[in-house]
């Protein structure tokens, strides 16, 4: 989380370097790249995690059925 939010920051910033024409465009982008593959990553390590917690659940004899389940 916090290397998501540390590229959101560096989208600001290089953001607003660019609006002072201090950097190009290209430096916007390549900011903007990198915040979507840290974000991108953390919802797969979130993915990850929870598929790991079934797994876990299941493997010491847990589980539960649809009927247990919140209705929507």
């Not at 900011?31 to 929870?50: C, I, K, M, S, Y």
């Amino acid at each position: 989380e916090e290397v998501v939010q540390g590229a959101r920051q560096a989208v600001e910033l290089t953001n607003n370097q660019y609006s002072a024409g201090v950097v190009s465009y290209l430096n916007v982008i390549t900011a903007q790249a990198t915040a979507l593959n840290n974000e991108r990553t953390a919802v797969n390590l979130a993915g990850q995690r929870l598929t790991a917690s079934v797994g876990l659940i299941r493997a010491l004899g847990g589980g539960w059925s649809a009927a247990e389940l919140p209705k929507r």
